[in-house]
C-alpha cells in the first residue's frame, strides 16, 4: 500500500491580481510501511530547531524556515538531505504556467475547478500509470483549495473509480483530510513542493537539483 500526501504552491488563480505565475502541485508517495520514517526524521529535526530558538507553537513550513535568518538555506537543504534517504519516497508533480492557458472556459470556470482537474491528472498518472491500485491520499483539511464546497474528493473519486472502471482494474483508494500540523507527511511534502516552485517561480534550482533522483512524475504544462 502507498501513502499519498499532497501540497501546492502558488495560486491556482486566473485572476490578473494573482502574484504567482505558476501554479504547483506536488504528490509526495511512500510505501506505508516507511511512513513512520517521516515522522522520525521530521521530529529530530523540529526538536533541534527548537532548540536554537524555533517557536515550537509554530508549524514547521519550508517558507517560513527559509526567510527567518537564523536557519535559513542551510536549514531547508538539511531536512531535505534527511528525508530522501527514504527508500521509497517518490516525489511527483504537475506545474502549469498560468499565463499560457488561453481557453476561456477553463479561465473562467469556478474557483476551484482547476485544482482538482490537475491533482486529478496527476494523481491518475500514479494510480494507473505506476501501478499504485493500493493509496491512501491525505490532503490538509485546512487549505482552502480542497474545501468541501469545491467537491474535491467526490471529483477525485468519480475520476479514479470511473477510469478503473473502464480500464477494468480494482482499485482501492480512499482519501483523507487531516490536519497538516498533525501529519508528517504533509509537513514533508511542503518541503519538496515548496524546493519545484522554486525552481519554476524564480528559476533557483538549487533545491530542486537535491530531490531531482527522487522524482517519480513529471508533468510541466506551457513551461519554457
Do not use: P
Not at 513512520?36 to 521530521?42: A, G, M, Q, R, V
Not at 527559509?66 to 527508500?87: C, H, Q, R
Not at 480500464?167 to 508528517?184: A, P, Q, T
Amino acid at each position: 500500500m502507498k501513502h499519498l500526501f499532497l501540497d501546492e504552491s502558488g495560486e491556482c488563480s486566473f485572476s490578473k491580481k494573482s502574484y504567482y505565475k505558476h501554479f504547483l502541485i506536488t504528490i509526495l508517495s511512500v510505501d506505508t510501511s516507511e511512513v513512520y520514517k517521516i515522522k522520525n526524521h521530521l521530529r529530530r529535526k523540529t526538536a533541534s530547531f527548537i532548540k536554537r530558538g524555533w517557536d515550537k507553537s509554530k508549524e514547521i513550513k519550508a517558507f517560513d524556515i527559509y526567510k527567518y535568518k537564523k536557519f535559513g538555506e542551510k536549514a531547508i537543504l538539511d531536512v531535505i538531505s534527511s528525508l530522501i534517504k527514504i527508500n521509497s519516497l517518490g516525489i511527483s508533480y504537475i506545474v502549469i504556467n498560468k499565463e499560457k492557458i488561453e481557453n476561456l472556459s477553463f479561465r473562467n470556470a469556478s474557483y476551484g475547478i482547476g485544482y482538482n482537474y490537475f491533482t486529478g491528472v496527476l494523481l491518475s498518472e500514479l494510480i494507473f500509470d505506476e501501478g499504485y491500485y493500493d493509496v491512501c491520499l491525505i490532503f490538509d483539511k485546512r487549505n482552502k483549495e480542497s474545501h468541501q464546497n469545491k467537491y474535491f474528493k467526490e471529483y477525485l473519486e468519480t475520476k479514479i473509480f470511473g477510469k478503473a472502471l473502464e480500464k477494468e482494474i480494482n482499485v482501492e483508494f480512499r482519501l483523507k483530510g487531516l490536519d497538516s500540523k498533525d501529519v508528517y507527511g504533509l509537513k514533508a511534502v511542503d518541503f519538496f513542493s515548496w524546493s519545484v516552485f522554486r525552481k519554476f517561480e524564480y528559476s533557483d534550482n538549487r533545491f530542486f537539483n537535491l530531490i531531482f533522483k527522487k522524482l517519480k512524475r513529471r508533468r510541466e504544462w506551457y513551461i519554457g
